[in-house]
């Protein structure tokens, strides 16, 4: 199979000369292998690949000697420039030290490795590799990566489309308006089936959806009973289903356990592991003021939407669902948690008069309020709690994402924009 570009791939690109240790994590299927592949195709000298799923090459690296051995008896010195990938390194049982020795004592070893599991990898990494490594987060597939997997005409276009670009050139992008209605099939095909490289290049919906519970059930296999060592899988599936059902809305906690009925300690628990290991994401309020704003609860964000709608058994068209909105909402988050620029922090905003807005970008301490509305306008028309947020705060500019409905206004002083939310 060809193996396909992914953004991240310039990011990582740029310290591949450097001296440290370059660590990607994410969700076992996301496309790790893929990409160290493309980077070991692409590096300036001698590389090689190893599967830790594989026992053979654990044992290669069951001791630094081993491991010199085996690159001596590939004719390869340990004083010439060599890249080495591992994949899936949190199979070995103390991987940090092989690694730590590895850097201090040869640098012309070059380490480049992945871990499907935050939860494993820091448990094993420890502090002895501070300073010595740099750390890639790899997710599904963006939107802009989706339409490229799908080998859509519009992929080019999308490349150079982002919330950023547009802010910063409005006028310029105008003119996307009308391709709009071609693009809302893809974006909405990519909300109900998420970003998985494998299922985006499946054509047909049953098998995509065969292949998404796949990689669920992989999951819930290796990184849930095998690695975090949760006995009663039935417990945990329930818990999740209970959480993917609340995409998008407060964590209460309270709620949570009256609902699944486990303890505090486990629901906690539960939600760390859910992190860890690149299902959940949490987004923290936004407060200024620690006597008017209502709550400390964040607002959870699944990964990809794939993979939780699979796990509630519904992977409808979004116009039968009630839940579109969120949907939508989760995918803007997925999005922006890309794309966002050094600095810039991501919140949410709800006062005690109820006003809630969904997103609140903060860097430099400039505030751009973001709601999300997938509906048709035909004029500007601003939610109520975007307006009593404008009020409050004065931001310099705020966004409604939209279905596809694109223009500029004004209220108090603030430059509004309504951009269709696939352009962001």
């Known amino acids: 199979m060809e193996l396909l570009d992914r953004e991240i791939i310039g990011k990582i690109r740029s310290w591949l000369d450097k ?9 076992r299927q996301v496309g790790k292998t893929c990409i160290m592949k493309i980077l070991a195709s692409l590096v300036p000298g001698k590389s090689l690949y190893f599967d830790l799923e594989d026992s053979y090459n654990l044992n ?8 010199l051995a085996y690159l001596k008896a590939r004719g390869i010195s340990e004083k010439e420039r060599i890249f080495v990938f591992i994949d ?3 199979y070995l049982p103390r991987p940090s030290n092989f690694l730590k020795l590895i850097h201090d004592h040869y640098p012309k070893i070059k380490l480049i490795v992945s871990g499907s599991s935050s939860f494993d990898i820091k448990k094993k990494f420890g502090d002895s590799l501070t300073g ?3 750390v890639f987060e790899v997710y599904p597939l963006s939107f802009a990566e989706f339409l490229k997997f799908k080998q859509s005409e ?3 276009t999308k490349e150079d489309v982002n919330l950023h670009s547009v802010l910063e050139n409005f006028k310029h992008f105008t003119a996307l308006k009308i391709i709009t209605e071609k693009i809302i099939p893809l974006f909405e095909e990519y909300v109900r089936f998420g970003g998985y490289p494998l299922p985006t290049l499946t054509q047909q919906d049953e098998q995509r959806i065969l292949r998404l519970k796949e990689i669920h059930n992989t999951y819930i296999q290796k990184d849930i009973k095998d690695l975090a060592h949760i006995d009663n899988i039935l417990e945990f599936n329930k818990f999740v289903s209970y959480l993917a059902v609340q995409i998008s809305n407060l964590l209460n906690i309270n709620e949570v356990i009256k609902e699944t009925g486990i303890s505090r300690r486990i629901a906690e628990h539960y939600i760390s592991i859910l992190g860890k290991t690149f299902v959940l994401n949490l987004v923290k309020p936004f ?9 400390k609860m964040a607002k959870m964000y699944f990964v990809d ?11 409808r068209f979004l116009e039968i669902r009630q839940d579109k909105g969120a949907l939508v909402e989760n995918t803007f988050y997925t999005e922006i948690t890309r794309s966002k620029e050094s600095l810039e922090e991501i919140y949410f905003w709800r006062a005690k008069d109820k006003n809630e807005v969904d997103f609140i970008i903060s860097k430099n301490r400039e505030l751009t309020p973001m ?3 997938y509906q048709n306008f035909k004029f500007p028309s601003m939610p109520n709690s975007l307006k009593s947020f404008i009020a409050r705060y004065s931001p310099t500019r705020a966004v409604v994402l939209t279905k596809d409905f694109m223009e500029r206004t004004t209220y108090l002083k603030t430059e509004v924009y309504f951009i269709p939310v696939w352009m962001a």
């Not at 001296?19 to 969700?27: N, Q, S, Y």
């Not at 290669?60 to 491991?67: E, G, P, T, W, Y």
């Open 60 to 67: 290669i690296f069951s001791s630094v000697d081993n491991f």
């Open 132 to 134: 010595r490594k740099i």
């Open 19 to 27: 001296p440290e240790i370059i660590v990607l994590l994410g969700a």
């Open 287 to 295: 407060y200024k003021n620690r006597q008017k704003e209502i709550t």
């Open 371 to 373: 709601e999300v509305k």
């Open 154 to 156: 519009y992929a080019r």
């Open 305 to 315: 939407n794939g993979l939780r709608n699979v796990n509630i058994g519904d992977t």
């Open 88 to 90: 899936e390194v949190q």
